[in-house]
């Protein structure tokens, strides 16, 4: 594409949405990424996320999730591809705990369906979580399995088919905002020229944007399958993803099975800091010690040992909500990340915001909480 509009650095789930919402809109758009997307070098990969719609994050996130499943449901007839194996989601803790309590006030407040169940009552219904007789579960219906990579996949297809372009393999080396126009310098020397350019770098945010470096942390995320003893009892009509927040807080969570034989365990958060390109790939005994703990202490049916793992990275700003906006004195930029762990099923909401902003330079869904600008020159 000789002339982009629009150009998208990124194309993982932010990016690789946004473009697709660009063009669905028919605006040029070219979006750059340093690899080849779907691709398992960012945080968009990893077979399976968890979507739900009740948010123990904050009620105010609701009215997005609600758009974003219309969005999938679109981009799921668009590209006549599975993205999401519904489930229901279970919230475990204390009554009192933060996904519990949250979870519940979000529902009330957005008049959501769920159902509170006590210890033994969710141990009748599913036999395959160990609750302590202190603990409840919130069960929520309308929730699942979203596919990342499917999903990136047909977001850029469904780009490509509405007139975007896709350039990979090229990384952006650096962006230069002017008054009327943008500059996007690629490695090897070539520069596109555009009227906005959306950054949705992800874990790399920080070094194409120095500005958002000191706030950003990048952290290393270490997710497991596990066999399970009777598939039958661990498909996604049987077992819902799960969130489960122990007695000390920390955070455990689940996704039924979605090859027959296991299911997806990690840790959320507790990972190490780490750079994106020194990543530590390979998962060792410290980092899966934990799951197959949680796996023979609170669950029943799933055995012990690991049939796989996988490394990814969560990119955390301070106050775990995301970043979506403009940033002082870059006009013509948008950008969209820090996504804190919990991102992927509003990307295509997210998505969609940014190309408001991308053409419009404004949007009437209410993102004030993920303004960029608050995170300017704070250190972490
Ligand atoms: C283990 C794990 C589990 C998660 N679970 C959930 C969950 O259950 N539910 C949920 O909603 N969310 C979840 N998330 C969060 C969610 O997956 C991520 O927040 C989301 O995928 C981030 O997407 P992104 O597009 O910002 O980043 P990425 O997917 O990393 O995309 C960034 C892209 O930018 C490209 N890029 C970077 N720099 C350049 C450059 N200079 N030039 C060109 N291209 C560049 C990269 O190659 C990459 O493709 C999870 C994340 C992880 C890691």
Redesign the pocket.
């Known amino acids: 594409m000789q002339n982009p509009e629009v150009v998208v ?7 690789a949405l946004t473009l697709w919402r660009l063009a669905a809109r028919g605006v040029a758009a070219l979006g ?4 080849a ?1 779907p ?1 398992d ?4 990969h ?1 077979g399976s ?3 739900r719609t009740a948010y123990s994050e904050g009620a105010f996130y609701v009215p997005l999730l609600q758009e974003a499943w219309t969005l999938w449901d679109e981009l799921e007839r668009a590209s006549g591809t599975r993205l999401i194996h519904p489930s229901g989601a279970l919230m475990i803790g204390g009554p009192d705990s933060d996904v519990v309590r949250g979870a519940l006030e979000s529902a009330r407040s957005h008049g959501l369906a769920h159902e509170l169940f006590e210890a033994g009552a969710a141990r009748a219904r599913w036999p395959q979580h160990v609750l302590g007789g202190n603990e409840v579960a919130l069960f929520e219906p309308r929730a699942g399995a979203l596919l ?1 990579e499917a999903a990136v996949g047909a977001a850029l297809d469904a780009a490509r088919a509405r007139g975007a372009g896709v350039l990979t393999g090229r ?2 080396a650096g962006i230069e905002c002017g008054d009327r126009e943008v500059m996007v310098g690629l490695d090897g020397g070539d520069t596109l020229t555009c009227r906005h350019c959306v950054v ?5 945010t920080g070094a ?1 944007l120095p500005e958002l470096s000191a706030s950003l942390e990048v952290e290393r ?1 270490v ?1 497991a399958w596990l066999p399970v003893d009777d598939p039958a009892m661990f498909g996604p009509e049987r077992f819902p993803v799960f969130l489960r927040q122990l007695p000390d807080g920390r955070y455990r969570y689940g996704i039924p099975s979605l090859d027959g034989a296991t299911i997806k365990v ?1 840790v959320h958060h507790e990972g190490a800091r780490t750079a994106p390109d020194a990543l530590l790939r390979e998962a060792g005994p410290s980092d899966l010690g934990p799951v197959v703990e949680f796996a023979r202490t609170a669950l029943r049916g799933v055995r012990p040992e690991i049939a796989r793992s996988s490394v ?4 955390n700003t301070p106050d775990e909500r995301f970043m979506l906006g403009a940033l002082p004195g870059r006009p013509g930029l948008t950008v969209v ?1 820090g ?1 804190s ?7 295509a909401i997210l998505g969609d915001v940014a190309a408001d902003l991308a053409v419009d330079g404004s949007t009437r869904r209410d993102v004030a909480a993920f303004d960029p600008a608050r995170l300017v020159g704070v250190p972490r």
């Open positions: 650095v990124g194309l993982g789930a932010m990016g750059v990424d340093r690899f997307p691709h070098r960012g945080s968009s990893g996320r968890i979507i990342p990384r952006v949705a770098a992800g874990p790399w194409l995320q997710v990690a990814c990275m969560y990119t990340g996504c762990g919990h991102s992927f099923k509003f990307s």
